[in-house]
């Protein structure tokens, strides 16, 4: 596919309407899946590549011990003739236990270690059975900014849903309290760091956070999809301090989900860890048994929960994942210098954003510099994020507004940087230029090129203004 000269940053209004009417997208609200279809069809008829924000994907390649792994699983017969186990392949669960003591410093048994299809099937197994307990604590509470998918889910089930939002960051524990002191909160849910913001949670958040969940029995489900991806901070040794903060210090009610998705490039073997609490496991509620025939919170995840959805991890992504965590164990695969990676092209792409008028949505963390890594959010003085998403269109980039992570920020904008590579940086550039250069900040002078002598013969032809065009108000869908 062809790439954008910097004579074509300025893309075909007219088409890209279209397909986004097509699509009946409103981009205020467009989920990441419809943004990618409406991405994809408008490379293929403009000819030309995007620079792709809206997608949470892994740009790394995996370690090709991984690969090896599975393709060695696959070659014993008896691996693939039979059914994994439910509770999954012993050595993984001894293994990620032990990742589990070694880079978080917390005890959980291997019987409590379960492999789940992605972090996406944990938070779903988490959210069934801690928004069950009991009768009238039936709400799931999301620290916002949060994975939108999570809160679909919430709904799928049947279960209610409650937000908190990180944006003031010295009070948002406080809300956390009151509503949890009202008897509805099942489990809170929650990413450090953040998705989409990049936020991460301090040792002193986290100590008060798992407090709450102890006072008011609510159980704490922790996704540490990017874990240790902190470049502030280096988590990277087996067995020495520092540790990233954990919930599992402070409360006995909690499950913490660990991805291979982002932290090991490994997305779509769909393999990751959903971790309980061993008092959790063994803790009985009446309430479960209607839904799950067991009183036992871990016999409900394990026997019902996860039986009846997948029954199990396929076997051959369980040795991948295998092999990868001997390795890191062993301390002979650094995987947090291998994702640094992402912190780079953050670092980056929020400096060429910032020189040319951009602003952080969300942008501290409690006073110290936000971390640079997988995600950040942006806004653009005088435009709703909608407005700013469908525009960025128009010069070859795509996004999703924060509308859609339940942010209480109309302004803002998520930004993925994983498909954006450093080849990518010279057109990144120039397109966010071309954008200043047509959207000059209210009040502020914005340079503009000279005119040509009409007596020189141009070589090069003449660039046609883009027209205005109203915003796309079609659709309010709020699906992922």
Not at 269 to 296: C, D, Y
Not at 372 to 384: A, K, L, R, V
Request: negative net charge; glycine residues 6%; proline residues 6%.
């Amino acid at each position: 596919m062809a790439e954008l000269s910097e004579k074509d940053v300025r893309l075909n209004r007219e088409i890209i309407n279209e397909i986004l009417e097509k699509h009946h997208v409103d981009p205020a609200y467009a989920s990441i899946r419809q943004m990618v279809a409406v991405v994809g069809e408008a490379e293929t008829r403009l000819s030309t590549r995007f620079l792709r924000m809206e997608m949470g994907v892994p740009g790394l390649d995996p370690h090709p011990m991984a690969i090896e792994g599975e393709i060695g699983a696959l070659r014993n017969a008896r691996i693939p003739a039979s059914y994994a186990p439910i509770g999954g392949v012993p050595a993984l669960k001894e293994e990620a236990a032990k990742f589990f003591k070694l880079f978080m410093d917390i005890e959980i048994p291997s019987q409590w270690v379960l492999p789940t299809v992605g972090s996406m099937q944990g938070g779903f197994l988490s959210q069934a059975v801690a928004g069950r307990r009991f009768p009238e604590k039936d709400t799931i509470l999301f620290v916002d900014p949060c994975f939108s998918v999570h809160r679909m889910q919430t709904r799928f089930l049947g279960l209610k849903d409650d937000s908190v939002d990180l944006y003031d960051r010295s009070g948002w524990l406080d809300r956390v309290e009151e509503k949890c002191a009202q008897g509805k909160i099942g489990a809170i849910l929650y990413s450090t760091p953040n998705n989409p913001t990049w936020m991460i949670l301090t040792e002193d958040e986290i100590r008060r956070l798992g407090e709450i969940c102890t006072k008011y029995d609510v159980v704490a489900i922790e996704d540490i999809a990017y874990f240790a991806m902190d470049d502030r901070r280096d988590y990277s040794i087996p067995g020495e301090p520092p540790y990233p903060p954990t919930i599992a210090k402070y409360t006995d009610n909690y499950v913490i989900l660990l991805s291979a998705s982002k932290i090991f490039s490994y997305a779509g073997q769909r393999a990751a860890i959903a971790a309980i609490s061993p008092t959790l496991a063994q803790r009985e509620f009446e309430g479960l048994v209607s839904h799950f025939r067991f009183k036992s919170f871990g016999e409900a995840f394990l026997l019902s929960a996860l039986y009846c959805t997948t029954s199990s991890v396929p076997q051959s992504p369980q040795y991948g994942l295998l092999t990868l965590l001997r390795k890191v164990n062993k301390g002979e695969f650094n995987f947090v210098k291998n994702v640094k990676e992402y912190a780079t092209r953050a670092n980056h792409l929020r400096k060429v954003m910032k020189d040319q008028g951009f602003q952080l949505v969300y942008q501290e963390d409690l006073g110290e510099p936000l971390a640079d890594g997988f995600y950040f959010t942006f806004s653009y003085p005088g435009m709703t994020g909608g407005e700013l998403v469908k525009e960025l269109l128009y010069y070859g980039i795509s996004s999703t507004t924060l509308l859609i992570t339940h942010s209480t920020r109309e302004e803002g904008v998520r930004a993925c940087v994983s498909m954006i590579g450093k080849e990518d940086f010279s057109a990144f550039e120039t397109r966010i230029k071309a954008f200043r250069q047509d959207h000059p900040v209210q009040g502020e002078a914005v340079e503009v090129a000279a005119e040509p002598n009409p007596e020189e013969k141009a070589e090069d032809p003449e660039v046609v203004e883009p027209e205005a065009t109203d915003a796309d108000t079609s659709s309010t869908e709020t699906s992922v």
